[in-house]
């Protein structure tokens, strides 16, 4: 992470060196550029002819000149004249200056690095956001869909979230993603939990793709997407664990266990192709199943000493959620 950031900041760097202005070329550029505009002149559709007179209008309006320095000749030693007898003696000797006669020809060395630079230097901004693009994009997949199935459930809690807010009414207490210790001693997360008068009701959630083949007896049930099939745990089973939880949270007696039911709420994405108990529904519906009870069975101040015990527990989530991630991927090291 800390890698992909710092080539980031890198890249947003140079960005922003290379799009500070408009470069202007050197007048040796700039002069094979219109060179190339002048061969090109009777085929003005051509992409030669386009792109050296557009780089010549927005790089060449105030070409570099090269910088004046005196002319050195490697290969041709310099000649002196002895100093005259009247000279003083401090005089320095003199430099002949290169005519053609005492010269010979110097061979012209063509910079080609710093020519194909000049030519591609208009589009080093376009290469830098595409790189940019790329880690930027790289690193959204990763954050979000490194676990596409932890992706897609808390898609599916949120969703039903919204729909215990807005279509349960009001005496009906909401709690999500609650992480409870079990009578065992290790910790279990739960996905949605209410409390009520007429009973406590303990929803898993599932967002599932496909044909679902199961049954209550069935310790594993079979998703079948086109011709992809793989099996899970029996939601059932898994949310069994989490009722249990709850009774050791909130310290029912076994008569007052009969009250905490088991709910498995399923996305619009999956098709339920076996029969199965009413308490494996969708999540438009989970709404409907607690309200399909009507019978008092907690009296007001149950409800308080609940409410009371699991407000103390959502005091240290922070800590369980940590326990709890290390308890599934094991202890980091």
Known sequence: MRVMLSVILLLLVLL?????????????????LQQQI???AAQPESRYYRQAQRDFNQHCQNPIAAPAKPLVLSNVPPKTI??????SSTTEPVVLA???????AVPFKLDMGAMMFSLFQPYIPYIVIFLLALILFRLVFWLLFANQAQFLGAMAERQLHRVLL???????????NLVLQTAQGDLTEIDHLVLSRFGIFVVEVKNYRGWIFGSEQQDYWTVQHFRRKHRFQSPLRQNHKHTEAVKFALGLTLQESTQVHSVVAFS??????TVLPPNVCFIQQVPDFIQQLTQ???????????TAKLNLTASAQSAMRKAHKQQITGPQR
Do not use: I, M, W
């Not at 807005?166 to 999500?176: N, S, T, V």
């Open 16 to 32: 922003s060196n290379t799009t500070s202005a408009q470069q202007q070329y050197t007048e040796a550029t700039c002069l094979l």
């Open 38 to 40: 002048d061969r090109f």
């Open 82 to 87: 002895a100093p005259s007898p009247v000279a």
């Open 98 to 104: 290169a005519t053609p006669e005492n010269t010979a």
């Open 166 to 176: 807005k279509r349960l009414p009001e005496g009906y207490q909401h709690y999500r």
């Open 268 to 273: 619009e994405r999956a098709e339920l192709k």
């Open 296 to 306: 008092p069975c907690f009296s007001d101040d149950q409800l308080r000493q609940f």
